[in-house]
T-cell receptor, first 114, second 117 residues
Framework: KQEVTQIPAALSVPEGENLVLNCSFT??????LQWFRQDPGKGLTSLLL?????REQTSGRLNASLDKSSGRSTLYIAASQPGDSATYLC?????????????FGPGTRLSVLP | DVKVTQSSRYLVKRTGEKVFLECVQD?????MFWYRQDPGLGLRLIYF???????EKGDIPEGYSVSREKKERFSLILESASTNQTSMYLC????????????????FGSGTRLTVV
């Protein structure tokens, strides 16, 4: 059964730093991997979606990579800002169950200090 | 802009009440999902539907039921609300993966914070 873990569980950095969030999954048979952002008390906002055939996706200051064979993805945030403070979740869509459901990691809670 | 809309942001209900949470998507997605999210427990799947009138139990279906009479609408029903169902409820939708489809990621609604007193 697919399991997703995220390290670290929480991270606090000063404004302006570049940072990396890590996501690991146990089964490489996936359709895609998606990174989400969640602000306190809100829903999930999709940041980046990487198809299984892709190595990385970029959007503004965000870059997500995927190494399917090793079961890893990283989310790189450049020049962090206080507005980046949120919980970041990764999710994979596995082949089993006909790809119906995503499997979510527990999230990394990020605080960017001004 | 494509959307998943949850009818209420905040709800307060009494123990024993029947509660309906509504979710509507405008993307013609086949799949729709209901999750609950609690501190320390992450996202847990309650039910999902892969087509009209079709439903599958997720990880924690007890105390819940669902209805999908139309493709765009997926309702979560708490038959008799209890205090342990106080939670954030999140609806999501997605396409079924198929060859040639570019984007079959999840799209989430804004969430409904339900408090049962």
């Amino acid at each position: 059964k697919q399991e997703v873990t995220q390290i670290p569980a929480a991270l606090s950095v000063p404004e302006g730093e570049n940072l990396v969030l890590n996501c690991s999954f146990t089964d490489s048979a996936i359709y895609n991997l998606q990174w989400f952002r969640q602000d306190p008390g809100k829903g999930l906002t999709s940041l980046l979606l990487i198809q299984s055939s892709q190595r990385e996706q970029t959007s503004g200051r965000l870059n997500a990579s995927l190494d399917k064979s090793s079961g890893r993805s990283t989310l790189y945030i450049a020049a962090s800002q206080p507005g980046d403070s949120a919980t970041y979740l990764c999710a994979v869509r596995p082949f089993y169950n006909y790809g119906q459901n995503f499997v979510f990691g527990p999230g990394t809670r990020l605080s960017v200090l001004p | 802009d494509v959307k998943v809309t949850q009818s209420s942001r905040y709800l307060v209900k009494r123990t024993g009440e029947k509660v309906f949470l509504e979710c509507v998507q405008d993307m013609d997605h086949e799949n729709m999902f209901w999750y609950r999210q609690d501190p320390g427990l992450g996202l847990r799947l309650i039910y999902f539907s892969y087509d009209v009138k079709m439903k599958e139990k997720g990880d924690i279906p007890e105390g819940y039921s669902v209805s999908r009479e139309k493709k765009e609408r997926f309702s979560l029903i708490l038959e008799s609300a209890s205090t342990n169902q106080t939670s954030m409820y999140l609806c999501a939708s997605s396409l079924i993966p198929r060859s040639g489809t570019a984007n079959y990621g999840y799209t989430f609604g804004s969430g409904t914070r339900l408090t049962v007193v």
